[in-house]
């Protein structure tokens, strides 16, 4: 197996620290400490996001990600990762404010073009993706849950989860909206988009946001439960099955890229975008006063 290093300055544990044969040792991962070693535990690889204190989306954090992310998908020892947060305030509260408030023009068209590689590389992804949410889920947050194949939420009420970009003042752009759409359906999605709703975790459930809410030291033994099911289907049926089902999807952003970083930098750049997005900053560290 090749060596995965850690990502310096950001937390990206990619896998229980292994034990005399380098393999992983079950009892090392986080909650997990009775699950058994099996031909499926090797196949899969955790995946512990931590950018504290929220896993925010900062451009470094974003770029260390996608070359985690495609180290696992080159390795063929891996068949599914399960995606966790390792912080204990935020699953992610998604993209990070500084990136698009006060910055150049140059500075945020890179930024949007990664979110996009990001974005176009979970949703396409071969590997069997598991979201375990064990915290608030914001806006760009939920990039990764609504690319995974399956997304498990802790039940507590601090754990919401949406697309809540209205209320900062700005507007999902087009591929949040679309897997949104491909998971709780037309109508639901309007509501939730237009009033920038955050679910908590009953109300996720029926809306469909996410597929199962268990309490939160079940998260992950739950999510390693659900990855058995579906590792017990044949990799090349469920990879072709995937990718007939969400390429149409993807491809309307491969197509319009760089249309849509063209619209995201006139938009981010209006001064009245940047008034709202400074505002809402000021906001949340008030509300921790
Ligand atoms: C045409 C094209 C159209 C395209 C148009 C443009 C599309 C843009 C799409 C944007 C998508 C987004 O994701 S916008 C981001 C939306 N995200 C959110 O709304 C989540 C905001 N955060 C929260 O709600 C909370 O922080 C939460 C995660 C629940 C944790 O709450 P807590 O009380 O535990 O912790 P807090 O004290 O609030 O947060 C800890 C610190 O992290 C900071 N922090 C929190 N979220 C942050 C964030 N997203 N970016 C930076 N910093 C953040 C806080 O300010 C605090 O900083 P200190 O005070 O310094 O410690």
Same mark, same amino acid.
């Given at each position: 197996?090749?060596?995965?290093?850690?990502?310096?300055?950001?937390?990206?544990?990619? *896998?229980?620290?292994?034990?005399?044969?380098?393999?992983? +040792?079950?009892?090392?991962? /986080?909650?997990?400490?009775?699950?058994? +070693?099996?031909?499926?535990?090797?196949?899969? +690889?955790?995946?512990?996001?931590?950018?504290?204190?929220?896993?925010?989306?900062? @451009?470094?954090?974003?770029?260390?990600?996608? =070359?985690?992310?495609?180290?696992?998908?080159?390795?063929?020892?891996?068949?599914?990762? =399960?995606?966790?947060?390792?912080?204990?305030?935020?699953?992610?509260?998604?993209?990070?404010?500084?990136?698009? !408030?006060?910055?150049?023009?140059? /500075?945020?068209?890179?930024?949007?073009?990664?979110?996009?590689?990001?974005?176009?590389?979970?949703?396409?992804?071969?590997?069997?993706?598991?979201?375990?949410?064990?915290?608030? !889920?914001?806006?760009?947050?939920?990039? =990764?849950?609504?690319?995974? $194949?399956?997304?498990?939420?802790? $039940?507590?009420?601090? !754990?919401?989860?949406?697309?809540?970009?209205?209320?900062?003042?700005?507007?999902?752009?087009?591929?949040?909206?679309?897997?949104?759409?491909? =998971?709780?359906?037309?109508?639901?999605?309007?509501?939730? @988009?237009?009033?920038? @709703?955050? %679910?908590?975790?009953?109300?996720?459930?029926?809306?469909?946001?996410?597929?199962?809410?268990?309490?939160?030291?079940?998260?992950?033994?739950?999510?390693?439960?659900?990855?058995?099911?579906?590792?017990?289907?044949?990799? /090349?049926? *469920?990879?072709?099955?995937?990718?007939?089902?969400?390429?149409?999807?993807?491809?309307?952003?491969?197509?319009?890229?760089?249309?849509?970083?063209?619209? %995201?930098?006139?938009?981010?750049?209006?001064?009245?975008?940047?008034?709202?997005?400074?505002?809402?900053?000021?906001?949340?560290?008030?509300?921790?006063?």
């Amino acid at each position: 197996m090749p060596h995965l290093p850690p990502a310096q300055g950001l937390g990206f544990r990619m *896998r229980p620290s292994g034990g005399k044969s380098g393999r992983p +040792a079950a009892r090392s991962v /986080h909650g997990v400490s009775e699950v058994s +070693a099996s031909w499926w535990w090797w196949s899969q +690889a955790p995946l512990q996001l931590k950018n504290l204190p929220v896993n925010s989306f900062s @451009l470094e954090f974003l770029t260390e990600l996608i =070359i985690n992310l495609e180290k696992l998908e080159n390795d063929k020892t891996f068949r599914g990762i =399960i995606i966790t947060s390792d912080c204990p305030k935020a699953f992610s509260a998604g993209v990070d404010l500084r990136e698009i !408030c006060g910055k150049n023009p140059a /500075h945020y068209t890179e930024y949007w073009k990664v979110l996009q590689d990001l974005w176009l590389r979970l949703y396409l992804s071969n590997l069997v993706l598991i979201s375990a949410i064990n915290g608030p !889920c914001a806006a760009g947050g939920c990039l =990764i849950p609504l690319t995974s $194949d399956y997304r498990i939420l802790a $039940d507590n009420p601090k !754990c919401l989860i949406g697309l809540n970009e209205t209320r900062l003042g700005i507007s999902a752009p087009f591929w949040f909206k679309d897997p949104l759409v491909n =998971i709780i359906g037309h109508r639901a999605s309007e509501h939730a @988009l237009q009033l920038g @709703l955050l %679910f908590p975790p009953a109300e996720a459930l029926q809306v469909g946001i996410v597929d199962k809410v268990v309490p939160k030291d079940q998260v992950q033994s739950t999510a390693l439960s659900v990855m058995t099911q579906w590792l017990a289907i044949p990799d /090349h049926a *469920r990879q072709l099955t995937k990718n007939m089902i969400r390429k149409p999807t993807a491809d309307l952003l491969v197509k319009h890229r760089d249309t849509d970083i063209q619209n %995201f930098v006139s938009f981010i750049s209006r001064d009245s975008i940047q008034k709202s997005l400074q505002m809402y900053l000021a906001k949340l560290k008030q509300n921790k006063d």
